[in-house]
């Protein structure tokens, strides 16, 4: 299953399903502009999709708003008996999310590949 989101002149969110596991890849910039954008993506679904892989191979930019938005995510993904799991960080994408401790709460892989495994 395909399903792209575009906003313009900001973020490209791409979903696809793996063994029960729903894989967002999003390119561009995650910032005020497009933070609804990302928490509709990471709602959990009428389809029950409570594991979730963020592909960040092509974000080159987070912003504190984005920041919120990940943290609340995975809070919600826990409660819900999930998970929330981000790959392939870029380096900017890494700094910041080291730098606010984001990668202290949701667990970062250098692949998705490594993030789908159980």
Known sequence: MHHPAEQPGGLAITRTDTDGIRVLALAGELDADNADMLREALRIDEDGHLLTVLDL??????????????????????????????????????????LVGLDTIIDCYPTVAEALKP
Do not use: H, K, Y
């Open 57 to 98: 191979g092509a974000v080159t930019f987070l912003d504190s708003s984005a920041i919120s938005v990940l943290a609340t995510a995975r809070r919600n993904a826990n409660a819900a008996g999930g998970w929330l799991r981000m790959a392939a960080l870029t380096d900017p994408v890494e700094r910041v999310i080291a």
